[in-house]
């Protein structure tokens, strides 16, 4: 359970990868129950008790086996569809039409929407250039999401099986890509190794997401901060030209001068080295308390426990930013450590920043 809620946060928590609600992940129990995410819930929400559906996954498979020839001319109805998935479905939220993908995968299975992945499968050569770069990928034309494209990626699928194609790597075309494995973390180093290698034929530069990721499965490790994402700030104040290079670098961020910028981000800023390790975090909770602001290697990240709570986060923080940017060469008035530890402790405040 734990590596499907991990996959989720690495995927629900960058932006290269799942937008909005979009995603999907999936873990098969036994030989017959999948958790998948539910339809509606953001990739970064997911919890041990929420944010998936319970379906029987043998069902689709014995479904398909039985009525889609891998041959034949489409024959699988949007209706169909929908009743299956309903007869499937045995607990939890509406679970995702794409649900039909991850029915046939690995065990685990993670389907995003990367940026990367979509600049080449957007593309009109698409195919042929997947099949460059990962010879033994499968590749899927495009199809509408739900039944139709449900159906070509099983017979496709089937056919590549047939073959002996690397079935855990799916390439579909004007959507997304779909990586699958053993266990979480072979999910996460493959879609890892895959985008490094989209990105380096492309000639992008996608370093400040793959740290963030470095960064998630560091502090997942210190169980204070394990529920946590990392959050990459995609925010104009919040960048190395604004703020990194005038004040972080300068040793002059401070954001602790009103009652907001300390209760949403705490007392300090976290500034990691580039060579930094578990340690030089640990040592900045025993100094200052649990790190919600980062900065690495000229990028400002987000400790937080959604998306939702680490964009709250950003916003306050932007205006720390122009605060103090503007201020630069003023002497500026700071809360006291006696008025910051009544912030932190104030009912009132914990209350109101849970419930926005």
Known sequence: ??????????????????????GNTSVKLDDRIMLVKSSGFQLADMKEQTGYSKVDYKMIVEYFREHVEPYAEDVFTEEQGNQLLKEAQIEGGHASIETF???????????????LVNILTAREDAETIVHELFPKAVFVPYRKPGA??????????????????????????????LV??????????????????????????????????????????????AGNIVYLSENRYLSREYAGSSLVEQGMWEHAFCPDCVVYAGKKLLWLKKEYDRQDILDFVDAHGLPTL???????????ESVKKAQEIENVMSFAA???????????????????????????EKYRRKKV
């Open 148 to 177: 139709a494209l449900a159906e070509a990626y099983d017979k496709i699928y089937r056919a590549e099986e047939a073959r002996g194609t690397d079935k855990t790597i799916v390439f579909l075309q004007n959507h997304g890509l």
């Open 101 to 115: 993908l991850h029915a046939i995968t690995g065990k685990y299975t993670l389907h995003s929407h990367p940026l």
């Open 180 to 225: 699958s494995g053993d266990d979480g973390d072979e999910v996460i180093g493959k879609t890892e190794q895959i985008l490094a290698q989209v990105a380096e034929y492309l000639e992008l530069d996608d370093s400040a997401y793959r740290a963030a990721t470095q960064l998630y499965r560091v502090t997942r490790t210190i169980d204070v901060l």
């Open 322 to 348: 122009r605060v103090q940017y503007v201020n630069q060469g003023r002497k500026m008035h700071y809360l006291n450590h006696a008025q910051e530890e009544e912030l932190l402790n104030w009912d009132a």
């Open 1 to 22: 359970m734990q590596d499907f809620i991990n996959i989720s946060k690495y995927a629900g928590m960058r932006n290269d990868l799942a937008q909005a609600g979009g």
């Open 294 to 304: 980062l900065y690495y290697e000229g990028y400002f990240y987000i400790l937080a």
